[in-house]
């Protein structure tokens, strides 16, 4: 299975557009990569090619990594199917990109598509340009397939994980099981493992479990602390609040990731406040001895 990060940033990317807290000054004085919004583009052969999210960059992401441009005739896609982990604005803008395809397939849960529905109108517009089947992603490992049905080589299974409804929705859907899920993959051929989870709002036992089976891990890196929007003094939101788990302090996601047995562990959907970003920040320094990596964009690896 091959692995290409095309976008590590959280909403906004990095540097965000409008701020210019001490993390984006780093990115524009070159202390930092620049990075764009969350997306991965999966693949079993290097042909047929799945995608963690469909960015509001997308598009110059595409054109950043050669194989999902189109080849061999006039019009064309290697992009096989988009697997949705919510529906937050960050992770499915770039479907609406996508809209010039004669087929898209997304795999979303029943709980995602109905928010898509109600916040945003995206699959009565999506129907308007061109075919897109929506596919409910199984509990169990089972064949991701192309979107001519055939398998890919690749097992996939969604896993539900504490998270809350897109921010457009506040007031009018309550959090429920599905309205955020990660994603297990298994390659047939090699038996590479892996997960992505780049929107987390808790560990549990049901989620570590899973990603104790892994290979390869890549997990929320959103905030490193709890009141880190108002220590920057860019906003009045936990991180609680927004529905992420911070990776800093006794109870974040570093000290219980150190612990998996995963020889991969990459830090993903990183916002623009977050210091790990910073290459010289001793919370970058932290992330690093305990054995995790903070995520670049065009980071490819196999398994």
Same mark, same amino acid.
């Given at each position: ?92 803008? &770039? ?57 890919? &080589? ?150």
């Amino acid at each position: 299975m091959r692995v290409h990060l095309l976008g590590t940033a959280a909403g906004g990317g990095f540097p965000q557009w409008n701020c210019n807290c001490a993390t984006c000054r780093g990115a524009r004085a070159m202390r930092a990569r620049p990075r764009s919004q969350s997306c991965v583009a999966l693949s079993a052969d290097g042909r047929s090619w799945f995608l963690l999210n469909a960015s509001p960059d997308l598009r110059a992401q595409i054109e950043s990594f050669a194989p999902l441009r189109p080849a061999g005739s006039v019009r064309g896609t290697a992009v096989e199917g988009v697997l949705l982990t919510n529906a937050d604005l960050d992770h499915t803008l &770039g479907l609406f990109l996508l809209r010039e395809g004669e087929h898209l397939a997304i795999h979303a849960t029943r709980e995602v598509r109905r928010a898509l529905a109600q916040g945003v109108a995206l699959p009565a517009v999506l129907a308007s340009y061109c075919r897109a089947d929506w596919i409910e992603p199984p509990a169990e490992l089972a064949p991701l397939c192309r979107r001519d049905g055939t398998p890919s &080589g690749l097992l996939y299974a969604a896993l539900s994980v504490p998270g809350k409804p897109p921010r457009y929705l506040d007031g009018r859907a309550a959090p429920s099981a599905g309205a955020s899920v990660g994603y297990r993959m298994v390659d047939e051929a090699t038996g590479g493992r892996l997960a992505l989870l780049p929107d987390v709002a808790a560990l549990d036992e049901a989620v570590l479990a899973a990603l104790r089976d892994c290979d390869a891990v890549l997990f929320d890196g959103t905030f490193w602390s709890q009141d880190e929007m108002r220590s920057m003094g860019v906003g009045t939101a936990s991180a609680a609040d927004m529905g992420h788990l911070p990776v800093g302090g006794p109870d974040g996601s570093l000290a219980r990731l150190a612990d998996l047995p995963a020889g991969l562990k990459i830090y993903i959907h990183i916002n623009n406040t977050n210091p790990i970003l910073l290459d010289e920040s001793p919370e970058r320094r932290a992330v690093e001895a305990a054995g995790v990596a903070v995520g670049y964009d065009g980071w490819d690896f196999s398994l």
